[in-house]
């Protein structure tokens, strides 16, 4: 069974410039999540999609964030635009279903905002 | 105050010791407590899945779970270079639906040759 997928692996901007990062969950996983985790502390949920519907945006800054998830396949994460803070790892989850109890992780996406 | 606390370390231990992981959380509200191993450059993976109080083992792994210290352990026995990682504690009010994940900043675990 295949891995959570994400790309880019790394990516570098400039301040004020905007980036996406792409998912791919398990197959047949009807629950994503997008984690932030800044260098140094846990992972932070960001959004929770179940299919294409959102679960909890409660800590996504949607000044400048945004997600989709428009088929209830894969998923697009957006900053635009991006903060010095932003820097971080970006990490996307899936689950089987909302009554799973282990979320699957894939490799993170490292961003760098300079 | 944060809702999940953990020793960010650096533990460094030889080969073969017993290591011990903490965690201490303010939420009584919380049921279901994870242990995620992150390598470097890797996702996390879960460990060890909990409910509530008590003790749980999976081979070298043993999870312990005390609610009304607000505590939970993780011990490694028979430490091995390839458990060296970042292990992470996670927590949730509850299992599945709304199984929205807590987690400690992780514990950098070094095993010595």
């Known amino acids: 069974e295949a891995g959570v997928a994400q790309s880019p692996r790394y990516k570098i901007i400039e301040k004020r410039q905007s980036v996406a990062f792409w998912c791919n969950p398990i197959?047949?996983?009807?629950?994503l999540y997008w984690y932030q985790q800044i260098l140094g502390q846990g992972p932070k949920l960001l959004i929770q999609?179940?299919?294409?519907?959102?679960?909890?945006d409660s800590q996504l800054p949607k000044d400048r964030f945004s997600a989709e998830r428009l088929k209830g396949v894969d998923s697009t994460l957006k900053i635009q635009p991006a903060k010095l803070e932003d820097s971080a790892v970006y990490l996307c989850?899936?689950?089987?279903?909302?009554?799973?109890?282990?979320?699957?992780f894939g490799p993170g996406t490292r961003l760098t905002v300079l | 105050q944060k809702e999940v606390e953990q020793d960010p370390g650096p533990l460094s231990v030889p080969e073969g010791a017993i290591v011990s992981l903490n965690c201490t959380y303010s939420?009584?509200?919380?049921?279901?407590f994870m242990w995620y191993r992150q390598y470097s450059r890797k996702g996390p993976e879960l460990l060890m899945y909990t409910y509530s109080s008590g003790n749980k083992e999976d081979g070298r792994f043993t999870a312990q779970v005390d609610k009304s210290s607000k505590y939970i352990s993780l011990f490694i026995r028979d430490s091995q270079p390839s458990d060296s990682a970042t292990y992470l504690c996670a927590m949730s009010r509850y299992g599945g639906a709304t199984n929205k994940l807590i987690f400690g900043t992780g514990t950098l675990l070094a095993v010595q040759p």
């Open positions: 999609f179940q299919n294409n519907g959102v679960v909890d």
């Open positions: 197959s047949g996983h009807a629950t």
């Open positions: 989850a899936s689950s089987r279903n909302l009554a799973a109890n282990e979320q699957f």
């Open positions: 939420n009584s509200a919380f049921q279901y």
